[in-house]
């Protein structure tokens, strides 16, 4: 998939990282780690649904620290 413009299923990515499952959302990040670049137009909500994901919550762990080794590595 690399090289290719899959710039249409940009807002699909962001839901997929929103999801409640662990699993949708990890693949929701490895997914916008390959595909988003700095012109991509839902960097915005890529940045906010990280920093929503990093805080903790009354319902666990915060769960995107754990989904965001495929950027760090």
Known sequence: MLGYDIS???F???EVMSASKFTFKRIG???ASQ???EGTDVI???TN????GTYPSHTGPPISCVT???WCF
């Open 35 to 37: 595909c988003f670049h």
């Open 12 to 14: 699909n990515i962001i």
């Open 29 to 31: 990040y490895l997914a």
């Open 44 to 46: 915005m909500l890529t």
């Open 49 to 52: 649904q990280i920093a929503v």
């Open 8 to 10: 249409w299923a940009a």
């Open 68 to 70: 965001l080794s495929p």
